[in-house]
């Protein structure tokens, strides 16, 4: 983790530490140097240097999800099957199951780390052991860490 950077208004020939981060400045240009210290150019001809090795660097794309979102399943009421969309605005490890109004847990659909992006499931009406469910109200609970949430669906056989 940064915890101050340096500044340098003559091309690197001197510096001077800072701690307030770029949040106030324009960045035209990111480079990193051999030695893992990473340098931000501004459009104020100003040069920031991180204060410590930086190990990895993300690029953001504008247009990359920037929620988690947990869509209602459709069809709903449905028979035989329904499909089950969520959006992760990173990679997270999911957990996607359906309860019956008992609480019991009927079918774990997903249990595993998926990528950041958008998502899709069916559930086609059956348990764990692949027996077809009986008619009725059931649950889909989502957990991703910090983010979860619980939606009711209906069974129509």
């Known amino acids: ?16 530490t800072i701690n307030t981060g770029l949040t106030n400045h324009s960045i035209s240009s990111l480079l990193m140097s051999m030695d893992s210290h ?10 920031f240097r ?9 690029a953001v794309n504008k247009n990359e999800l920037q929620s988690f979102v947990l869509e209602q399943n459709y069809p709903n009421p449905f028979n035989p ?4 969309r969520f959006e992760l605005p990173v990679e997270r490890h999911v957990n ?5 109004v008992l609480g019991r847990k009927i079918k774990t659909l997903v249990d595993e780390v998926k990528e950041a992006g958008s998502h899709s499931v069916t559930w086609d009406g059956t348990d764990e052991n692949g027996q077809p469910v009986p008619s009725g109200v059931y649950f889909y609970r989502f957990d ?14």
């Open 38 to 47: 990473l340098f931000a150019g501004t459009h104020g001809n100003a040069v």
């Open 50 to 58: 991180s204060a410590e090795s930086v190990t990895s660097v993300k």
């Open 1 to 16: 983790m940064v915890r101050s950077s340096f500044q340098s208004t003559d091309g690197g020939e001197s510096w001077t």
């Open 81 to 84: 099957s329904t499909e089950i």
């Open 96 to 100: 996607l199951i359906i309860y019956n």
């Open 144 to 157: 991703a860490g910090m983010v979860s949430g619980t939606k009711k669906m209906i069974l129509m056989r």
